[in-house]
């Protein structure tokens, strides 16, 4: 795989970073990537996003208990790894949900993927836009005969595709 071209979309606000974050290395991209744009489809189709009041900073990413613990043990905390430099995400599991959610507090990251993405905080269903604006008006990189209805499992893909050569 490799890029088509440069990417396009450059990320330009400011980000403030809690003291864990400083301690923890977590880092921000300045630009769109393969992997920020797998992890921007993964959130859309499969996480969440929580900027509260309180300044509780949350991110979570929800998949079945047995048939996604792969998936999120190994691809997702590789994403958060090679985009942020994360190195350990927060797993729990509700087996009366069937349920697993990997996730992760951090300021930095949160405040980045609400106001630079434009990822939206809060319940999905609430959101009057999932896909984020940079996204939906970077000409290069959108197509709507690609898009796919939330939830389905490929969504991350699709916005990974569109920058990427096979």
């Known amino acids: 795989m490799k890029f088509i071209n440069t990417p396009s979309i450059i990320f330009l606000m ?3 970073y809690s003291a864990q974050d400083k301690k ?20 859309v189709g499969d996480g969440n996003i929580y900027l509260r ?12 208990l ?18 942020f ?9 509700h087996p009366y949900k069937c349920a697993r959610y990997t996730g992760i507090s951090s300021k930095a990251i949160t405040t980045f993927l609400v106001y630079n993405v434009g990822l939206p905080s809060g319940r999905k ?16 990189f959108y197509n709507p005969d690609h898009l796919l209805p939330r939830g389905n499992e490929k969504v991350a893909k699709v916005l990974a595709q569109k920058i990427i050569h096979d």
Not at 70 to 83: P, Y
Request: some cysteine.
């Open 14 to 16: 400011d980000v403030q």
């Open 24 to 43: 923890r290395g977590i880092q921000i991209p300045t630009s769109l990537t393969p992997e920020l744009a797998e992890l921007i489809g993964i959130l």
């Open 53 to 64: 009041k309180n300044k509780k900073y949350e991110i979570r990413i929800c998949g079945h």
């Open 66 to 83: 047995s048939e996604d613990k792969e998936h999120h043990q190994t691809i997702i905390a590789s994403l958060f790894n090679k985009v």
């Open 85 to 93: 430099n994360v190195k350990n995400l927060v797993e729990t599991t």
């Open 125 to 140: 269903l609430d959101a009057k836009q999932i896909i984020p604006l940079a996204i939906l008006t970077a000409d290069d």
